[in-house]
């Protein structure tokens, strides 16, 4: 898969990169494709244990990863794919005030999914997006 291009950001992203052999973002033409992204500061790796808090920091680190791979953020963000320990209606409330804060100009697709456990012990979501940037 030479002919792709992988982005990881710097902290957690080349940390995760090294310790477990994946990437955060790929570019495939004019597609970005986000791995999950989880609710920890993208520098120091450490989950937020409230779920607001780590909803709210799953998006920002999409909108980092999508920015490290050379798009504009969430704005081009048209496929959402979510994952919660638990699903609730707490973590379905700040799943859409991101989404009106992100993108108030679109509705993306969404597929919210409730799963017994992510990556890492204290994850309760993990959020993946598929970008589409023409001007690449």
Request: aromatic share 10%; glycine share 8%; hydrophobic share 30%.
């Amino acid at each position: 898969m030479s002919h792709l291009t992988y982005y990881n950001y710097d902290g957690v992203g080349t940390h995760n990169r090294d310790k477990f052999h994946y990437s955060q973002a790929v570019r495939i033409g004019d597609r970005i494709e986000c791995s999950g992204q989880g609710g920890w500061d993208p520098k120091t790796g450490e989950i937020y244990r409230e779920i607001n808090a780590q909803i709210d920091q799953a998006f920002a680190n999409v909108e980092l990863t999508l920015k490290n791979a050379g798009g504009k953020g969430w704005e081009q963000v048209f496929r959402v794919n979510s994952y919660h320990v638990p699903i609730n209606n707490e973590a379905l409330e700040a799943m859409v005030r991101n989404f009106k804060k992100y993108m108030p100009n679109h509705n993306p697709l969404w597929t919210c999914v409730g799963v017994t456990r992510l990556g890492e012990d204290d994850m309760r979501v993990e959020i993946e997006v598929v970008a589409h940037d023409p001007s690449s």
